[in-house]
């Protein structure tokens, strides 16, 4: 395994040093961290990473190998990994699976850099913001380096929802409903949940015009989750706009946000964003709190709701942000956390079945 001196190297100029696996080349990103303590090939794998360098505030990570069951899409996302302790063992079967979380990275040329007390780093994304960085074994052109960093957080033309959504529509399962999923970026798991309850599943690409899923008679449309900034999907907003009161609608994360644009709401990137699996959630509705899954950089603003006809249905209770919306007019519903868990809690999973159970 080719191990050197390696470097995280952020905006702002600070630097994190460390032991560099799989670094031939320098990797820009824009760096934010994780509060998991489990899944990280869920996280390597999960679309909603594009364009990012993670880092994990968990002290040991790779310890029970990589289940390729639990991957969320066909290859990692992101653009490199920083963790303070990647777990060396390595061999035929690792703890079970067939192989280590180092030799998966490896393989998918992912760099990752080790020995980095991640949790003062967190404490730093926590009280500047997050930023760019660049992973890089040599810090010989460090001013260069800054620069690069500087414009690392810069989303292709487009957005990162083009890159990471299907290119084609793809049918799965059978079943009584028929649901139409648009595909911003999303996780195998949350298809996954839609087949495991009996329904056909259209996943469709994110250009997707209104009147080609309208020609598809779905009895529902669910909205995915996927990276980047909503404001950049004006295409998506435009056909969720014209789609809605059309037939029952869930958003889901990204899904969430955009729902909540083409219903006249605004969106703003929060300092440092929600990732994690211990987020606690309180639905205004019943009073309970859950812990749920987040992986976001985007909220949406409580005061835009107003004149949108939907309600705040869930909110966070770190922040008070957005967590959740609800139209009982038109029965479209979305939240900014992860209801299929994967990883993390379960707490949340109820919300697809009372979806599904809404629609007529």
């Known amino acids: 395994m080719n191990l050197r001196e390696g470097h995280l190297i952020l905006e702002d100029g600070s630097v994190y040093s460390g032991h ?21 090939e869920q996280i390597a794998t999960d679309p909603s990473y594009a364009g990012q360098i993670v880092v994990m505030t968990y002290p040991l990570i790779g310890n029970y190998g990589v289940n390729l069951e639990n991957l969320e899409s066909d290859q990692p996302w992101l653009r490199g990994m920083v963790v303070r302790d990647l777990c060396d063992d390595e061999g035929e079967e690792y703890n079970g699976q067939k192989i280590s979380f180092k030799q998966y990275l490896s393989q998918n040329h992912i760099p990752c850099l080790t020995g980095v007390d991640t949790r003062a780093l967190a404490r730093r994304l926590r009280s500047r913001g997050t930023m760019g960085g ?11 380096l800054i620069e690069r960093a500087r414009w690392a957080t810069q989303p292709p033309v487009g957005g990162y929802t083009l890159q990471t959504s299907c290119r084609d529509m793809v049918k799965l399962g059978a079943g009584c409903k028929r649901l139409v999923l648009m595909d911003f970026g999303s996780k195998r798991s949350i298809v996954n949940a839609l087949l ?22 779905p009895d529902a449309i669910v909205l995915s989750n996927g990276p980047g900034d909503p404001g950049d999907c004006a295409y998506a907003i435009e056909t969720i706009r014209q789609l809605l009161g059309y037939r029952p609608m869930l958003g889901i994360c990204l899904g969430h946000q955009l729902l909540s644009l083409a219903l006249g709401a605004k969106t703003y990137k929060l300092k440092f964003g929600h990732r994690g699996a211990n987020h606690p959630v309180k639905d205004l509705e019943s009073g309970r709190i859950y812990v749920s899954t987040q992986n976001h950089g985007y909220a949406v603003e409580t005061n835009s709701l107003v004149h949108t006809g939907a309600v705040l249905w869930f909110q966070n209770l770190n922040d008070n942000s957005v967590e959740g919306i609800i139209h009982r007019k ?19 999973r109820y919300l697809i079945d009372d979806f599904l159970a809404s629609i007529a």
């Open 20 to 40: 560099f696996h799989n670094g031939d080349c320098e990797s820009p990103g824009e760096v934010v961290f994780n509060t998991s303590m489990i899944g990280y």
């Open 134 to 144: 660049v992973l890089t074994s040599s810090l010989k052109h460090k001013d260069e």
């Open 330 to 348: 038109m029965n479209v519903r979305g939240v900014q956390f992860h209801p299929e868990a994967a990883p993390g809690p379960q707490d949340t």
């Open 196 to 217: 495991r309850r009996k329904n056909e599943v259209v996943v469709v690409p994110a250009h997707t015009s209104s009147d080609k899923i309208k020609q598809l008679a």
